[in-house]
């Protein structure tokens, strides 16, 4: 049977095959027909515009944001992450009031964020490191203190620092925790687990009242490491007084204080801080400590709440010790996920 083609007229008033655009195509010619040939597009938009510099100018001179108002500065800080979902929005608006005004403006916003964050997207992990470090904030109300130890321990880390240890669970943790760290040490609410000798060990005092850091020698094969473990008081938001953080901002001052006269080269943080890297009120530690997940991470890194991370208030910290890969553990029974990370102690050659 002879194959029937499909004809139209030309303009020529012949016939020839039909030719069917394809659906982007005819999307982006209706777009571009309801744009082109309109004055308006540079006057239509305006508040989208300046909502879109106004994000920019944010993200841009965050820092300058004061603090004393409700740590106003520190809350933006600790969410600015997600002041990038306010781009595709105004993009979408910008489509809406087809503006070019606006969607010339909306580039700053994304243009800010990229520079913020943009280096955050890619995978930075590399193979190797000698040492495997974790830590947790386990939630003085955990109903399950064993598992939540033997999910951690299964990590395979070298060494394990836990916050927020209830007294009466502490035995729990270091009965699940035995079989793998032979040796550990608990200051307060706070302590750490090693699979190398510990010594020197001592609390920290930053400010409290009672220990909720400490400091430890590790004694690892490519030498000697200060391992501190901190929980810096916890901050909250409250519509009488804002961004209440005083007492954090006062202990994270006294850490930074005495990780600086640490007498040894090597030191790794682990800790519930209660604020991220961008958080200024933390400079006198991230000051003078790199992040591994900035520098050895895959994406943000989000630690907290479990149930739907928003930020990384838990955080590995380190000075004179190179980051190698750096990731969040899976869920436990505490409102905190664990975060790991493995870093290069000796020369490589």
């Not at 399950?144 to 395979?156: E, F, K, L, Y």
């Amino acid at each position: 049977m002879a194959q029937q083609a499909y004809v139209t007229e030309t303009d020529g008033g012949g016939s020839g095959p039909e030719r069917r655009e394809p659906g982007f195509r005819r999307l982006a010619d209706r777009l571009v027909a309801g744009w082109r040939g309109d004055p308006r597009i540079w006057r239509r938009g305006l508040v989208v515009a300046a909502l879109a510099a106004l994000l920019a100018l944010v993200m841009v001179a965050h820092a300058h944001i004061p603090n004393r108002f409700g740590n106003l500065g520190s809350l933006t800080e600790t969410f600015l992450p997600w002041l990038g979902l306010c781009v595709p929005v105004l993009l979408l608006l910008a489509l809406v009031r087809r503006s070019a005004t606006a969607l010339i403006a909306v580039l700053l916003p994304a243009i800010a964020w990229l520079n913020l964050f943009g280096g955050l997207l890619t995978d930075k992990a590399a193979g190797g490191g000698d040492l495997m470090v974790a830590t947790h904030n386990v939630n003085a109300d955990n109903a399950d203190p064993a598992g939540t130890a033997r999910s951690v321990a299964a990590s395979g880390a070298d060494v394990v620092a836990l916050e927020e240890l209830r007294a009466s669970a502490v035995p729990a943790y270091e009965e699940a925790l035995a079989p793998t760290y032979r040796y550990h040490s608990v200051q307060g609410t706070v302590g750490v687990w090693s699979k190398y000798p510990l010594s020197d060990i001592a609390p920290v005092d930053i400010k409290l009242g009672w220990t909720r850091a400490m400091r430890a020698t590790v004694t690892t094969p490519a030498g000697p490491v200060a391992v501190y473990v901190a929980h810096l008081p916890s901050v909250r938001v409250k519509l009488e007084a804002g961004f209440t953080a005083r007492q954090r901002d006062t202990s994270a001052d006294a850490l930074g204080e005495a990780i600086a006269g640490e007498p040894l080269e090597r030191v790794v943080l682990l800790g519930d801080l209660n604020g991220t890297m961008n958080d200024r009120a933390l400079n006198a530690v991230t000051s003078q400590m790199r992040s591994t997940q900035g520098a050895a991470g895959s994406g943000f890194g989000f630690s907290w709440p479990a149930s739907f991370p928003m930020a990384r208030i838990d955080q590995i910290m380190v000075k004179g010790v190179e980051p190698m890969k750096s990731w969040t553990l899976p869920e436990t029974g505490s409102d905190h996920l664990p975060v790991a990370a493995r870093v290069q102690l000796s020369a490589e050659s």
